[in-house]
Structure formats: structure tokens, C-alpha cells
């Protein structure tokens, strides 16, 4: 089912014509109709709905109620209208679902009017215009769930779960959404509408995957299911020194790294119940008799290995980590977008054991500020991510000063999302979103307080009396999934890019740091000379020898965003120089060889290094996408 719902000021229809053979029944007063001051809602009823209406409408009912406590509406009108989908239910199961939506309704004391099925209708409607007014929702049914799981994903469901948005500034000042006043934070309001509309289905390709193909850096491959990814030599180098990075960044932190299977027992005591809420998003395997789940988180693994430690309030606050390679989501094929969302992905993962909320939340800041410092080394700054803050009313309440100082921290108004009451297990959370080219966002970092999986798996510490506790759990993923951040750094070199800007790699990411041009073959040894001294200082160096003219050469190299394009001729040879053009400032320079070395070696100080993935000489390069 797919729904569209806007906030208006009025809708009112008019029957006009049969848009099926044989529609609704209706009297001549149903075929015109209006409501004033209303959430309208419009629906597709999907084929894939007719596996189990009554999941879609409970769902339905679920999302409508949402929205109309959000906006404050009374009054809703439900709206057949097929244009939302290309893949229709049978008349008669769309029918009977818009039925029962609009009898669950009017049974929860809304005023319902629904218009009628089966016809054309001229219809007019005021959209109310703030950030809430125009939202929409996707509901696909569980297919292949017992019911007895269904209940148990359904048990907290059924509580209402309302989610109030505000901004809060970095002054202490908690605003609604739609009362702030996004002039000069236009970056934030584009979150803001995505994150309150919950549609993560791409309508059309991201900037990055032009990028990620030209370049040659990963590709999509059509002998594995969808959302698997095969990574070029450049981008395979990329994403391994990304995932360096990191790694030595938690490690440094003070995290000990560990190591964990990838499936797991789909009937372990500690696991059930908290599958039973995600069936639709686990890969499912079988070894003889029992059944498995891919994992999709390194929780798994490292909560068990927390279960059988034995664990001291000295220990503590206990950091582990695992750079999970992979873990797999089946998101749903129309959420599958290049390197924003996979199916397998890496993911860097943290938990740390903390003894009570003090420390959960000195750690969760330091994580904080871990995270700004992690993607800081990727080329992402705050005013290239947006930040949203979740906990519930009672921990706002308690703990004000502390949310305020995340806020001052970043230095910029941050979303909130709020909820009267827990429905996660965990008890506060934050994001860094990344905001694309088609203005949906992505989280890249994120830390949790956990409450609750302690206890599930039975991780206990030992106090100061020697007395068994429970602690806290904190989940962190410094920068997010290293497929993520990929995708992240090429958006944002898309959007310099369209602003008439050079974009380009991190110097210390870049698959070739510099490329040593020839003018002629007479020079040839000399450019091999030049590349030698640069890869003995550990600097991942090309030579152009094919036979193209120079021109030609110097506009490639500038198309694969080669940071520093060193041109050789007879000159350079006899003075033993070389004529350097930096990308980063559009210089050219001609200097000794010593000098570029200590400047390229200063910038990437402190990085990983990986030696060159391809081959010296470009005519020896195969090249992988025609």
C-alpha cells in the first residue's frame, strides 16, 4: 500500500465518469463531497496487499493516527486514488481494505468521510504548506511470519508510539518544527521533511553512482542478489584504508578488537524475541535441520562474548570492537540506491559496557566528539551533516543540560525527535545525517544508550560489594557504514562539482596521489626516475606513457581528480626539477622533488597508507567497465 497524506485547509471531489466496469455503488449525494480543516489521505491499494489485508490495514490505521496526532486533525478523508502505484490489487480487495480503514477510524472517534471507489473525480485541495503537511508512507505485509511471531513483533507496536519533532538551538532553545525559522539552515530543513516523511525509496539514480562507475571504483553485480557490490582495485583500496581508519581510530579510543561469526542460531533463547520483530529484513539459511540468520549488526557476537566474560566495575566503562565484513539487510529493491543502501555492508562496531547512566553518558559524549573527529578525516565537516537527537519526554526533562551541550558541541541547530514514552531499546540516540543530491538523508555515525539487551543476554558485572549488576550498553559506529561514508564523500564532491567547483579525494584516499607525464619518450627515464623517488616515500605514483598528445594526458589525469600532475620535459631533467600542478588550488609550480615529497608526506600524516592498487605504467591497465 502507498499513502499520501496532506494536511489541508479543505478537499472537496466530484464524481465525473466509471473508471471501472463495475465501481462502488453510491446515491447521487456521495458523488460530491468535502471536508474542511482535514488530513487527506490518498491510497493505492497493492497487489502484494492482497497476502494479507488485514496486516496492511491495522498498519494503515497505525500511520494515519500518527500523522493526524502530529497535525492535530480531527477530521480525515480517505481518498481511492491509483496513480500512487503501477501494481494494483483486484477491485474488490481494494475496496474491502478502504472499507475497513475507514470503519477503524470512525471507530477511533475521528469524523471519516471516504470518496467514492471505482470512478473519475475532479477533486480540489489546500495543502496547509509546514513541514508536516505533505508526507508519505509505504506499507508492505509480512509475508512467511507465523502468527505467533506476528503477535510478538506486533506486542509494542500496538502502544502508541506519537513522535513530536522540535529543532533545538545551540542556545538551550527547543522550538517546533514547524515554528523555526530554517532561513540560513536550509540544509536542515531538507532533513527535517525527510526524516518526518519516512520515504527512503529512491525515485531516481544518485550522483554518486555516475561517479563510483566513471571512476571506476565499484560497480553493481548481477550474479549476486541485489544491493552486493564487486569494488574495483581504486575503490577497493579506497574503502580498505577507510576501514584502517577507523579501526585504528576506536582502537586508539581504547576499544579491544574482536572477531565474531557471521550467522547465528534463529532459535537461541537470547536471540528470538528480538528477531521476531524484524522478519522481513533477515537473510535466512540452512545448515541440515536448523535454521540460521546472517547477522546484521555485530550486537550478536559480542554480547555473547560479554555473557561468558567475567567482568569487574574496574573493567569498566569496557570497549569492544568489530569491523563486521559484512553485515546483511534485505532492504527492501526499491530502497537499494549505489552505495547509500545495501544489502551487505561493513560496518564498524563498537559496544561498550558502562556500569550506571553517569557513565553511559560521559561515554556516549565522547563518542560524540569521536564521531565529529572520525568523519572530520574523511573530508566531512559539520556543515556537511545534520544532526538529530532521540530520547523520550522524561530524559528531555531530567537531563536538559546535557542534550543542550551536544547541540553547543556541533555548533548548529539539531533535530529532535521526541516520544512520551520507550518503545527502542535504547534510551537516547544520536545521528549524523548526510543529505544528498536528491535531498535524502543517510546516518553515517550514531551512539546508543541501551537498556535493555544486558539483561536479554544475561551480561552482568560485579560491584563494589561483589553483588552481579546489569549494566548499560553503548552501540557506536563512528562514521557509520564504510560503504556509506563512500557514499557521502563522492555526493559531496557531486555537489562541489555542480557549483562549478574541482572536486577530489582526500589526499590520503586518493588511488593515485600523483601522476608523472612525459612530454616525450626521450624523458621517459627520467619520469620512472621521478615516480621511483615518490613510491619510495611511500606515495602512490602513475606514469602516463601512452601516446596520447599532452594535452590529452594532463585532461585525463584532471578527470580522475589526480591531486598533483607533475609534467617532465628536457628542462626538468637537466635541472633535476619537476613542473607540479596541484588540483587542490589550480597551481602551477616547478620545484624540487624533495620539497613536493615532505609537502605531500605532511598531508597525509597521521593517515593509513596502501600502496597503489593498479599497475605503474598506464598501458599495462586493463580497463574494467566499457
Not at 188 to 211: C, G, M, Q, S, T
Not at 412 to 430: A, N, T
Amino acid at each position: 500500500m502507498r499513502m499520501l497524506l496532506i494536511h489541508a485547509d479543505y478537499l472537496e471531489y466530484e464524481v465525473r465518469d466509471k473508471a471501472l466496469k463495475n465501481p462502488e455503488p453510491i446515491s447521487d449525494e456521495q458523488k460530491k463531497g468535502r471536508l474542511d480543516e482535514v488530513l487527506a489521505v490518498f491510497i493505492s491499494v497493492e497487489k502484494v496487499d492482497e497476502t494479507n489485508p488485514d496486516y496492511v490495514v491495522e498498519k494503515a490505521i497505525e500511520e494515519i493516527e500518527e500523522v493526524a496526532k502530529q497535525v492535530k486533525a480531527e477530521r480525515i478523508f480517505v481518498y481511492p486514488f491509483a496513480h500512487l502505484s503501477s501494481e494494483l490489487a483486484k477491485p474488490s480487495v481494494a475496496l474491502e481494505i478502504l472499507k475497513k480503514i475507514e470503519e477503524k477510524l470512525r471507530e477511533k472517534g475521528y469524523e471519516v468521510k471516504r470518496a467514492p471507489f471505482g470512478y473519475y473525480k475532479a477533486f480540489k485541495l489546500s495543502c496547509k504548506g509546514h513541514p508536516l503537511a505533505e508526507l508519505s508512507r509505504t506499507i508492505v505485509p509480512e509475508e512467511g511470519v507465523s502468527k505467533e511471531e506476528r503477535n510478538i513483533a506486533l506486542e509494542k507496536e500496538e502502544k502508541e508510539l506519537v513522535s513530536y519533532w522540535y529543532i533545538l538551538t545551540p542556545e538551550g532553545e527547543l522550538i517546533e518544527v514547524d515554528k523555526f525559522d530554517f532561513t540560513g539552515h536550509e540544509n536542515l530543513k531538507k532533513f527535517v521533511n525527510y526524516e518526518i516523511a519516512k520515504n527512503r525509496i529512491a525515485d531516481r539514480e544518485p550522483p554518486h553512482v555516475k561517479l563510483m562507475l566513471e571512476h571506476e571504483l565499484v560497480d553493481y553485480e548481477p550474479g549476486s542478489d541485489g544491493g552486493n557490490l564487486r569494488y574495483y582495485p581504486k575503490g577497493r583500496l579506497i574503502k580498505g584504508l577507510l576501514e584502517q581508519y577507523v579501526t585504528e581510530k576506536v582502537v586508539e579510543y581504547g576499544a579491544m578488537e574482536v572477531e565474531t561469526p557471521i550467522m547465528y542460531d534463529f532459535e537461541h533463547p537470547a536471540l528470538e524475541k528480538y528477531l521476531n520483530r524484524f522478519p522481513a529484513r533477515q537473510y535466512i539459511v540452512k545448515s541440515g535441520d536448523k535454521k540460521f540468520f546472517l547477522r546484521f549488526a555485530a550486537c550478536f557476537g559480542q554480547f555473547l562474548i560479554k555473557k561468558d566474560a567475567i567482568i569487574s566495575y574496574r573493567n569498566l566503562p569496557l570497549r569492544m570492537y568489530e569491523l563486521t565484513r559484512y553485515s546483511f539487510r534485505r532492504e527492501k529493491s526499491g530502497e537499494l540506491s549505489g552505495l547509500r543502501r545495501l544489502r551487505a555492508f561493513t560496518m564498524p562496531d563498537m559496544h561498550t559496557v558502562a556500569k550506571d547512566l553517569k557513565q553511559a553518558m560521559d561515554e556516549f559524549k565522547k563518542q560524540y566528539k569521536l564521531s565529529m573527529e572520525v568523519l572530520k578525516g574523511v573530508g566531512l565537516t559539520p556543515d556537511d551533516y545534520e544532526v538529530a537527537i532521540r530520547f523520550t519526554r522524561d530524559f528531555w526533562e531530567e537531563n536538559k543540560d546535557f542534550i543542550v551541550e551536544l547541540a553547543r558541541i556541533i555548533g548548529k541547530p539539531v533535530l529532535i525527535e521526541m516520544w512520551d514514552q520507550r518503545f527502542f531499546y535504547f534510551i537516547l540516540k544520536f545521528e549524523f545525517n548526510f543529505v544528498d543530491n536528491l535531498d535524502k538523508a543517510a546516518a553515517l555515525s550514531t551512539v546508543q544508550i541501551d537498556v535493555e539487551n544486558a539483561e536479554r543476554f544475561g551480561i552482568t558485572y560485579y560491584d563494589e560489594e561483589g553483588k552481579e549488576r546489569y549494566p548499560l550498553i553503548l552501540h557506536c559506529s563512528p562514521s557509520g557504514a564504510i560503504e556509506r561514508v563512500m557514499y557521502a564523500i563522492l555526493e559531496k564532491q557531486a555537489k562541489l562539482q555542480a557549483q562549478g567547483k574541482k572536486p577530489m579525494f582526500p589526499l590520503w584516499l586518493s588511488p593515485i596521489q600523483v601522476r608523472v607525464i612525459p612530454v616525450s619518450d626521450d624523458v621517459m627515464d627520467y619520469a620512472l626516475y621521478v615516480a621511483g623517488k615518490l613510491e619510495g616515500a611511500k606515495i602512490r605514483v602513475d606514469v602516463d606513457d601512452t601516446n596520447d598528445r599532452l594535452n590529452k594526458k594532463i585532461r585525463k589525469a584532471e578527470k580522475e581528480w589526480i591531486p598533483y600532475i607533475i609534467v617532465v620535459g628536457r628542462n626538468e631533467k637537466e635541472q633535476n626539477t619537476v613542473t607540479v600542478r596541484r588540483r587542490e588550488d589550480g597551481k602551477q609550480v616547478e620545484m624540487q622533488l624533495e620539497d613536493l615529497i615532505r609537502e605531500i608526506r605532511q598531508k597525509v600524516e597521521g593517515f593509513p597508507h596502501k600502496p597503489r592498487p593498479l599497475p605503474l605504467l598506464l598501458s599495462r591497465r586493463p580497463k574494467f567497465r566499457g
